[in-house]
């Protein structure tokens, strides 16, 4: 845009010098889209050339953000079928961003789901990820030590696998209602190779509960993860270190099934939870950096 910008300039300039006795005509405004692609507060539909086709996603930026110092970022991806304003007006992440200083990204997937590690579709969303967050590290001043990764159910999935194979991209992940599980998490080698802190939400009345869990079994195992487990009053929560740096906390609530606890509205949301995702996500991202 700054080259586009020059060039115009130059030619105005040469058609001021031509004698026609007309003044030069002003330059076109940015479209919005343009406009948008440009770090500023408030609320962004950006596009990214990605795989042949033009990949979207929504950025929220909060109030004073001008791109002028890192910032972390937290990639939140939606459930299937669903897109990112779906999620958005779900977990109430930009109100977090708003308070503590922070970009949203919410990624679309191609046909309304991402690819990841049992559904859905082919799409390279690994490449996707790696392209979205090396624009806003760019482009927008991001942090590339204090970039994070949430979703629930399909977008939970994801942030598995892009804390596996995005591996130095993300300092931490945050799968709600999600797992590890499927014929790429069965191979002993699939484990981030640089270190990825994870906290986990789910639910013990979930379908998918067993698979969840089995899946954290073999995180754990792989990456030598000592857990300790407390309750909580209507939750059980275990926290581990790993032998690589990397810490794994996990939330089970007792009486929740596939859902984003503390939601107040949306397909998946339980309000009365005696946990609120949103607020415990962005506490385990705030303490932890890339290692």
């Given at each position: 845009m700054r080259?586009?910008?020059?060039?115009?300039?130059?030619?105005?300039?040469?058609?001021?010098?031509?004698?026609?006795?007309?003044?030069?005509?002003?330059?076109?405004?940015?479209?919005?889209?343009?406009?948008?692609?440009?770090?500023?507060?408030?609320?962004?539909?950006?596009?990214?050339?990605?795989?042949?086709?033009?990949?979207t996603f929504l950025l929220h930026a909060p109030p004073g953000y001008t791109g002028d110092k890192p910032v972390p970022l937290v990639v939140a991806m939606h459930f299937f079928p669903g897109d990112g304003a779906a999620l958005r007006d779900m977990i109430e992440m930009?109100?977090?961003?708003?308070?503590?200083?922070?970009?949203?990204?919410?990624?679309?997937g191609v046909s309304a789901a991402f690819n990841a590690l049992i559904c859905c579709g082919a799409e390279d969303d690994v490449g996707f990820?790696?392209?979205?967050?090396?624009?806003?590290?760019?482009?927008?001043?991001?942090?590339?030590?204090?970039?994070?990764?949430?979703?629930i159910s399909n977008g939970a999935d994801m942030s598995f696998r892009a804390a596996v194979e995005a591996s130095g991209v993300f300092a931490a992940v945050g799968p709600v209602s999600g797992g590890l599980g499927g014929p790429l998490a069965d191979k002993s080698d699939f484990v981030p190779k640089e270190p990825v802190s994870v906290l986990t939400i789910v639910g013990a009345n979930d379908q998918y509960y067993d698979t969840?869990?089995?899946?954290?079994?073999?995180?754990?195992?792989?990456?030598?993860?000592?857990?300790?487990?407390?309750?909580?009053?209507?939750?059980?929560?275990?926290?581990?270190?790993c032998a690589d740096g990397s810490d794994v906390e996990v939330y089970v609530v007792t009486d929740m099934g596939h859902s984003w606890p503390g939601a107040k509205k949306g397909p998946m949301a339980i309000p009365d939870a005696p946990i609120v995702a949103t607020d415990l996500l962005w506490a385990f991202f705030a303490a932890h950096k890339k290692l």
């Open positions: 080259r586009t910008v020059v060039i115009m300039s130059a030619l105005l300039l040469l058609a001021a010098c031509g004698g026609n006795g007309e003044p030069p005509e002003a330059p076109a405004a940015p479209t919005t889209q343009e406009a948008a692609q440009k770090p500023a507060a408030g609320d962004h539909k950006m596009t990214l050339d990605f795989g042949g086709q033009k990949r930009d109100a977090k961003a708003d308070k503590h200083g922070f970009l949203v990204a919410y990624p679309d990820l790696k392209a979205l967050t090396e624009k806003l590290v760019a482009d927008w001043k991001v942090d590339p030590d204090r970039i994070y990764a949430t979703g969840f869990q089995a899946g954290l079994t073999k995180w754990r195992e792989r990456l030598d993860c000592k857990p300790v487990e407390t309750k909580g009053k209507g939750f059980t929560r275990s926290k581990a270190k």
